[in-house]
Nanobody
C-alpha cells in the first residue's frame, strides 16, 4: 500500500522559513513525479511546486517562485519543500502528492496523496 507521510508544518511568523518533508513507501519512488499542493481556507486546492520523475526538472506556481524550492532524494524515498520569506497568504494545509511519470498541474490528476500538514504564517 502506498503511503506518503508529510512532516514539518507548524506556526511561523511572516518572513520566516520552514522545511517540509514527505516520506514515501509502497511505490517505485524514482518512477514518480512528486509535488506539493496546498489548500488555503476558502480556496480550491492548488499546485505549488513539483519535480519530475526523471532529470530533476521543476515547475513552480508564480506565487511561490523564488521563495519555495522542491528537492528529492531517491535513496531515501523522500521529497522536501524549503519555504522562505513566508507570507500570511501561504497559510494552508500542504499536501505531498505522487503521480506515475508526468508532472501534472491539475490536482485531480495525482495518483497518491499524503494526509497533509498545516502551515500557519502569522502577520
Amino acid at each position: 500500500q502506498v503511503q506518503l507521510v508529510e512532516s514539518g508544518g507548524g506556526l511561523i511568523q511572516a518572513g520566516g522559513s520552514l522545511r517540509l518533508s514527505c516520506a514515501a513507501s509502497g511505490l517505485t519512488f524514482s518512477r514518480y513525479s512528486m509535488a506539493w499542493l496546498r489548500q488555503a481556507p476558502g480556496r480550491e486546492r492548488e499546485f505549488v511546486v513539483g519535480i519530475m520523475w526523471s532529470g530533476g526538472g521543476t515547475y513552480s506556481a508564480d506565487s511561490v517562485k523564488g521563495r519555495f524550492t522542491i528537492s528529492r532524494d531517491n535513496t531515501k524515498n523522500s521529497v522536501y519543500l524549503e519555504m522562505n520569506s513566508l507570507k500570511p497568504e501561504d497559510t494552508a494545509v500542504y499536501y505531498c502528492a505522487a503521480n506515475y511519470g508526468v508532472l501534472p498541474r491539475d490536482p485531480s490528476k495525482y495518483d497518491h496523496w499524503g494526509q497533509g500538514t498545516q502551515v500557519t504564517v502569522s502577520s
